[in-house]
């Protein structure tokens, strides 16, 4: 199975990084979907996009991420978020009051959170 470097990596901490088959990313442009051996690009993260890995293990890791940049060479996928939360981490009621409580920015972070935690929005 080919496979490929991936870092999530956000200004405050490395949240993931191994070995992945497969990374899909929301970018301005649109969803974009890399594997081992990708022509290199690099694009701009939307704000409460989702970042999903595929490990080469068969396991999805998946982010919450807040602006940034994704980096794509053939070999490797790095992820560089303004902020970034991984699904397991979020507090999910905190994510829900936010959707109702908060300004439009806060509520596009809440609903990535709660996409990240595998939640319905």
């Known amino acids: ?22 990374v899909v990313a929301q970018t301005t442009e649109g969803e974009i979907g890399v594997m081992p051996g990708h022509e290199p690009v690099l694009g701009q993260l939307v704000e409460g996009g989702i970042v999903k890995v595929t490990t080469t293990d068969g396991q999805t890791v998946t982010a919450a ?30 994510a829900r009051r936010a ?7 806060e509520r596009a972070r809440a609903s990535a959170r709660l996409r990240a935690a595998g939640q319905s929005v």
Do not use: I, N, P, Q
């Not at 199975?1 to 497969?22: C, Q, T, Y």
């Not at 490797?76 to 981490?89: D, M, N, Q, R, T």
């Open 1 to 22: 199975m080919a496979e490929m470097s991936v870092e999530v990596v956000a200004v405050e901490r490395r949240l993931w990084s191994g070995e992945a088959s497969f």
């Open 65 to 94: 991420v807040h602006g940034g940049f994704l980096s794509v060479t053939g070999d490797s996928v790095s992820v560089l978020a303004e902020s970034a939360e991984l699904g397991e981490e979020v507090d999910v009621e905190r």
């Open 99 to 105: 959707l109702v409580e908060e300004d439009e920015a």
